[in-house]
Nanobody, 118 residues
């Protein structure tokens, strides 16, 4: 089954850190630019970060630049998002997908909940 599974979310205090993982199965993510996205309650899903398939170039939303780091391990077929200096406004369900988002790995996964308390 082709899918992406997100994990690593949780409850953390402001200023804390979390590391999210996105594991691909049924298809290698080696050939795709991949991204992290998030959706807060009552808001549209938004772009967070992306990493290219070729030279591993990275791109970030202004709101997370300098605090989040995206990376990938093509051997493990997994992508990561290291989140430092978390803020309450980072609270959301985090999803991974290709960038731009598509159906290469099926529909959106369940995501992983990140809650940052003040």
């Amino acid at each position: 089954q082709v899918q992406l599974v997100e994990s690593g979310g949780g409850l953390v205090q402001a200023g804390g850190s979390l590391r999210l993982s996105c594991a691909a199965s049924g298809r290698t993510l080696r050939s795709y630019t991949m991204g992290w996205f998030r959706q807060a309650p009552g808001k549209e899903r938004e772009f967070v970060a992306a990493i290219s398939w070729g030279d591993f170039s990275t791109y970030y939303a202004d709101s997370v630049k300098g605090r989040f780091t995206i990376s990938r391990d093509n051997v493990k077929n997994t992508m990561y998002l290291q989140m430092n200096s978390l803020k309450p406004e980072d609270t959301a369900v985090y999803y991974c997908n290709t960038n731009p988002p598509g159906t290469t790995f099926g529909s959106w996964g369940q995501g992983t909940q990140v809650t940052v308390s003040s």
